[in-house]
Every structure is written in C-alpha cells, then in structure tokens.
C-alpha cells in the first residue's frame, strides 16, 4: 500500500503548452517548453491593442509560442498574466505561469479543436467521473466517498435538472442521453476561451461535476482538489505524508486548477463589471 | 455557494501574496492596484452580499489559492527536486 501512496516517477515535465519562447518563431519545434529560461526583461507592461490587451517585456510586445501576438481579451487577464511575468526572479519558470499557458493554448490552438470537439471531449469526461466512480472496499473509503461526494452529485443533479448517480461497476455509471446533451447545450453557451479552461479543469480534476461545481462557485478550489484526491488523502491519513510528492502533486493540482478556473471566470465576465471598474 | 469566509481576510491575504510576488514596488504593480480598486467599487453597504460581490470575493479566493499555491509548488520543488 506503501507503493499506492508514492508517485511512479519525478514531477510531471512542464505542461506542453507553456511554449518554447515567447518572443521569436518557433518554427518546426515541438508545441514544448524549455522549462526554464534567465529573465531577460527589466519592466512588465500592459497596453490595449486593437484585438485586446497586450504584454509587455520592455519594449517587446510578448507573442505565443506560434509567434501570434499575445493578446487577452480581459483587463483582469491580462494583469495577471503580467504578474506572472514580473514576479519571476532569475529564471522564467514556464511551469509555473498557468495562466500564460491557458492564454498561449487558446491563442493558438495546437491541438486544432473546434468548439464542437472540446465540448464533446468535456462531456464524455463525464462517464468516468471521479465521483461517480465509487469503491466497496474498504468500507472506511466506501463511506468517505459517499460522504463526500453525494452531496456533489445531488447538486448537480439539481443545478441541471439531470440525472447522474454512481456506480461501484467497474464500468462506471450509466449517463442517460439526456443528461449528456443537458450539459452539452450549457457547455455550448461559454465562449471559446472560456471552454478550453472549462476542459482544462475537467482534466486536472479528472471530473466534469467537480469542474461545473467550481464554475458555478458552488465549491471552492481547495475543496475541488480535496475531492478530486480524496482516495490519495485517505491513504495519505492512514499511511503518513510525504511532503516531497504528496505535496508536491497537491500545490500542482490546486495551482493548475485555480488558474484554469479564473481564467475561466476572466473570459466569461460581464462587460457591465468590466466597464465600472475600468472607470476608476 | 461556496464556504468562502469574510471577504476582508481573502482580500488581506491576497494582498500579502502580491506584495510577496511583487517585491519592493508592489503598491504600484497594476494587480495590487486593480484588486483593491474592484474591492472598493464593490464595498458591502447592505447585509445581504450581492451576487457581483460573490462573484468579486470567489474571484479573489481563486487567485489567492493560484498565487499561494505556485509560491508553495516553487518552494517544494527548490528544496526537493531542484539541481544542487
């Protein structure tokens, strides 16, 4: 059980789509980072352009890994992206900047999905579900779960007038039709920004109900990624911690899931709140 | 809704965590200014919390619990799994 609790190998490699540099082309490479990179600019900046908000470095304008021009279509994105950029020290750490990532990934789309297809990929998340996906063995985890996680469930169901429900089958639950397309068509109405965050959540969390319950401020991110690992924090709490990897995955997770969650919320806000608070 | 607590602390702490981020000029740095501009245009003036102040106040959890975590993801991969 001692194996269960450690991970199978070092840290994760820094999400492929942090981008190989931001100022040059990228040419025939990869859709891949170097990881690290000395800073290279004193000043950070944000300016409006025609097509949004822009990042500065010094006087370069800050560009995607594909060479498009960097450019956000929310103030409030855009100011933190900016502070992802300034609060960097000696070296860039892309694996830190999520928010930079999120906006390269839907700047330039290396995956080449349209709306229909991310839709879709979010969707099926759902017939593997975390919380749907429950144990019998041991009854102390079979309970957590319940606990836990039907609370989630039931609210779901409410929120969106489907049903779900879980299943201790090692095929999962069975997810009517209609229940599938309910969430398509409310999927349907975020933007394309705001879905490739939505389906960056849904894989963190490895769950479309704890994702919408984020998106919808029912749960909190900590409380999201405390879900989405609530069978690692059992065994962590019957077999100790280890700081080294299991806080390591823990800050991971919660930094990549708040990030893909406010991006979400930065790119759906309404223009009314953006208007009052550009007026100070 | 979420159990989010007072807005004030989430406010407090997310300053602390920009002012971390930031460095010596971080009264300046356009997110302390913008958070605390967006606090102030949404100051609580009844019981009952609005839903844009909700809003407001998950926002700032969101990015309190993006800036803390990165800040603690750094600090454990230096002392674990950074070279030398």
Redesign the interface.
Known sequence: LWARSLPAR??RPPPAAAGSGPLGPCGRRAYAPPGERKRFYQNVS?SQGEGGFEINLDHRKLKTPQAKLFTVPS??LA??V??EW??QKDTI?FY?M??TTLCNTALDNPTQRNKTQLIRAAVKFLETDTICYRVEEPPALAELQKNEWDPVVTWAEKRYNVTIGSSTSILGPNIPASTKETFVNHLASYNMWALQGIEFVITQLKSLILSMGLID???????AVLLSRLEEEYQIRRWGNV??AH??DL??L??RT??G??FV??CS?SST?KH??LQ? | ????GAPLCTLRALLRE?RH??GRSYRD???YR?VL??F??HRVTSEKLCR?Q??LH??A???L??L???R???A??R???GRG
């Open positions: 070092l840290p944000i103030e409030a100011i933190a900016a502070t300034d609060s750490k830190t999520h928010l401020r029912h749960i909190t991110v900590e409380k700081e080294w806080d390591y800050c991971e919660r930094a708040a990030a969650t406010l919320h930065l806000e709140v009052k608070l100070d | 809704m979420a159990a989010l920009l981020a930031a740095s356009p997110a913008y501009a967006a102030r245009a844009a909700q809003e998950f926002q959890a969101t990015y619990c993006l803390r975590s990165v603690e993801h750094e454990l991969h002392e674990y799994h």
